[in-house]
Structure formats: structure tokens, C-alpha cells
């Protein structure tokens, strides 16, 4: 079983929908969770970080954690073409600085 | 205010040559981290140095690769040999503390490594 789990897609959406990408992940003893976007060819952007469980929210983004069922997820609202990239979600324990990262999902925003 | 640095941003090289790849971390930031990412998967970690000091390399190959971060100047990531599945990119990260906790890791553009 890998450590983080991410359905590698593509998700598909059109424009204006609310695109809802999930991770899942194996260690209880995660505690910091990260989603990155990353465009092709480039290099890992930070869109959000969650540490506590229920939601964040930062503009058209929500994440969203719960440590009981060990999943994390990302809301993106009103969709763009521009959000159209590979979504990568990322953990660290709680005395550990390495980052672990899911293969990522593709998201396609239909104009 | 500058981000993370690396260079070269492609490099190409034959099997059995070395390849060298340099960070610079953002302004401020001692603590550097090494990740590669294979083709259509996630960055996998590879070291984390300080100045002067190599604090994990759990997830370094044994042989052929080593890094540093000296007192002055970039980390380096050296690859000895090349070969074919030494083709990735190879991501530089970089934070002001250690990295754990809330900690935030920034990340470089990357340097794309080709074996021919």
C-alpha cells in the first residue's frame, strides 16, 4: 500500500464547476498536509496547507482534513482553464521534515 | 526577493559521465532538500543537508550519488556514471527552519536530467 494515494486521473470539469480532488494516506501519525500544483514541465507551486481537522478555506480553495478516516482533499471553486495541472498532495509526520507526495491527479478545466 | 535557484535547468549527458546539479536556496533559508521526480510520478525525497552537514540521506541511492552544502556557495547534487533511469527531474526545496511541523519547503524550477 503506498503511503499517500491519489487517483491519477484526469478529472475532467467544465468551467465554472467545483473540481474535488482527494488524497488519501496510510500513517495515523501525519500531521501537516500539503497540496501543490504543479504545471507541466514545472516545478511544484504550494496552493494550501491544513494541520487541524474540518476546512480551510483560501479564496476558491478549500482543503479539507479528516484524520479519523485519513483522508484530505481540495475544493477548487469556479474552475478555470488556468487550474487545469496535476494536483499533488503531500505529508509530513510530526517530527519528520521530509515531504511524502501522492503521484498527483490531473485536473482538465473544459472552457 | 529571489526563490530557490538551480541551475542548470536541462542537462544532458551520456551513460558513465557525471552530472552535477546546483541549488541556491531562497534568502535566508539554511535547510535544503533534494527530491526527483520520474516521469508521470511524485517526488520521491532524496537528502536533507544543512550547512556543512547532511542531516538525512535515507533516500539517496548507495552508490554513484552524493550532495553537499557547503559553508559558502550552493548545495551540489552529484551523480557519478549516469545511467538511463538516473533521468528525471531533480527538484531542490529550501526553508527557513527544519521543515517540520508547519514548517514550509519552497521549491526550485528544477533541473531536468537526460541519459543518453
Known amino acids: 500500500q503506498k503511503e499517500v494515494e491519489q487517483n491519477s486521473g484526469p478529472l475532467s470539469v467544465p468551467e465554472g464547476a467545483i473540481a474535488s480532488l482527494n488524497c488519501t494516506y496510510s500513517?495515523?501519525?501525519?500531521?501537516?498536509f500539503f497540496w501543490y500544483r504543479q504545471y507541466s514541465g514545472k516545478s511544484p507551486e504550494l496552493i494550501m496547507f491544513?494541520?487541524?481537522?474540518g476546512d480551510k478555506e483560501d479564496g476558491r480553495f478549500t482543503a479539507q482534513l479528516n484524520k479519523a478516516s485519513q483522508y484530505v482533499s481540495l475544493l477548487i471553486r469556479d474552475s478555470q482553464p488556468s487550474d487545469s495541472a496535476t494536483y499533488l498532495c503531500?505529508?509530513?509526520?510530526?517530527?519528520?521534515?521530509?515531504?511524502?507526495f501522492g503521484s498527483g491527479t490531473r485536473l482538465l478545466v473544459r472552457p | 526577493n529571489a526563490g530557490v535557484m538551480q541551475n542548470p535547468r536541462h542537462l544532458v549527458r551520456r551513460r558513465g559521465q557525471e552530472a552535477r546539479l546546483r541549488c541556491s536556496p531562497m534568502?535566508?533559508?539554511?535547510?535544503v532538500y533534494w527530491y526527483r521526480q520520474l516521469p508521470e510520478e511524485g517526488l520521491k525525497f532524496m537528502v536533507y543537508?544543512?550547512?556543512?552537514?547532511?542531516?538525512?540521506e535515507s533516500g539517496m541511492p548507495k552508490e554513484r550519488f552524493s550532495a553537499e552544502f557547503p559553508k559558502e556557495g550552493p548545495s551540489i547534487l552529484r551523480i557519478q556514471q549516469v545511467v538511463r533511469g538516473d533521468s528525471a527531474a531533480y527538484f531542490c526545496?529550501?526553508?527557513?527552519?527544519?521543515?517540520?511541523?508547519?514548517?514550509?519547503?519552497?521549491f526550485g524550477p528544477g533541473t531536468r536530467l537526460l541519459v543518453l
Open positions: 526545496a529550501s526553508s527557513v527552519l527544519s521543515g517540520v511541523g508547519q514548517e514550509t519547503q519552497y
Open positions: 500513517d495515523r501519525g501525519s500531521q501537516s
Open positions: 491544513i494541520y487541524s481537522n
Open positions: 503531500a505529508l509530513r509526520g510530526d517530527s519528520s521534515y521530509k515531504l511524502i
Open positions: 534568502k535566508g533559508h539554511s535547510h
Open positions: 543537508l544543512q550547512k556543512e552537514n547532511i542531516i538525512d
